[in-house]
């Protein structure tokens, strides 16, 4: 254990082997909370990408996530010494991520725009050799606005590439906003934060839009080309991973066949896209979606911890 960290771990989920595999990393918070880190590698990645959180819990509830509940925001201490927990880890199963290009993505536990302490934590990682990503769906309160605007200044002036990705969820406006509990933008608003992000940071990659891909959503190209040009926008299709509130909300794992479709139809109307997104054997074999190693560092210790 490293005592100078705020965040600690007693345990380790290894799934995999060195060519394609995943080490997960309950993170336990001084005040009893348990929020999810992981590390993601293998041949067929690009980088090697450590996933951290950004609250304990998250307001949002949304239909195929694994979380309940909001409890707080992580402080910028927390959010760099998640990286820094796991990057002590990955070390010790002879990973060097401040040696080789790696990057750092805030998509685990939470919302990251409705952490104002988001831009500070990931300026307080600025001394490691990573690239940004940070995952978003988006709400609609205005805090979360002014949040994109820091985060698109920070993109601006940083050295490495930080990109940002919006979960649509679904090409149906009303699908996309029924998935949710709490207020999340609609399409204009999602539009408006790729010229934002263009505008502030031009020569940054295009936005990621991700369809949450399952057997049933509305996942068409024709209903959002004129709304989400290619210029500003490229599609991430992330297959659904089952998840138990996934399960209970009546969302299905997409077919091969309709996977294929639906990138054909993106691709035929000018749109990016790629295999990139999609989960490896291994976290299709161990159905890990988000928060799903959390989940299991849970049940292990039969609930005993505060969540
Ligand atoms: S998917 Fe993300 S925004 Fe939605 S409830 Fe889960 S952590 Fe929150």
Redesign the pocket.
């Known amino acids: 254990m490293n005592d100078d960290l705020t965040i600690h771990h007693d345990a380790v989920l290894f799934f995999g082997d060195r060519d394609d595999g995943v080490i997960g990393l309950p993170g336990l918070t001084h005040d009893g909370h348990v929020i999810e880190i992981s590390y993601f590698f293998g041949l067929t990645r690009p980088k090697n990408i450590i996933v951290i959180s950004s609250q304990v819990g ?5 239909s ?4 309940d509940g909001f409890v707080r925001n992580l402080t910028a201490r927390e959010l760099h010494d998640q990286a820094r927990l796991m990057i002590g880890e990955a070390f010790r199963y002879g990973f060097d991520p401040t040696g080789t290009p790696h990057k750092v993505t805030v998509a685990d ?3 990251p725009l409705l952490n104002p302490f988001l831009v500070s934590g990931l300026e307080s990682l600025r001394d490691l050799p990573v690239s940004f990503k940070v995952s ?2 988006l709400p609609a309160a205005r805090a979360a606005w002014r949040n994109l605007e820091r985060l698109a200044d920070f993109a601006a002036g940083y050295e490495r590439p930080v990109q940002l990705q919006i ?1 649509l969820i679904s090409t149906s406006e009303e699908r996309r906003l029924r998935s ?1 509990r709490g207020r999340i933008a609609g399409f204009d608003r999602v539009r408006e934060a790729g010229e934002l992000w263009r505008s502030r940071n031009p020569r940054g990659r295009q936005v990621n839009l991700s369809l949450i891909v399952t057997d049933d959503m509305p996942c068409e190209a024709a209903r959002v080309v004129r709304i989400f040009p290619p210029e500003l926008f490229r599609f991430r299709f992330r297959e659904y991973v089952p998840t138990r509130h996934g399960a209970a909300a009546g969302h299905v794992a997409v077919s091969p066949e309709r996977l294929r479709r639906i990138k054909r139809d993106f691709a035929s109307r000018g749109y990016q896209v790629g295999d990139w997104a999609s989960p490896s054997p291994v976290e299709r074999r161990f159905g890990l979606a ?2 799903t190693i959390r989940r299991m560092y849970l049940e292990a210790i039969g609930f005993s911890r505060k969540d």
Do not use: D, H, M
């Open positions: 998250c307001p949002l509830g949304c195929f996530c694994e979380l536990s939470g919302e978003t769906v979960s949710c988000a928060n």
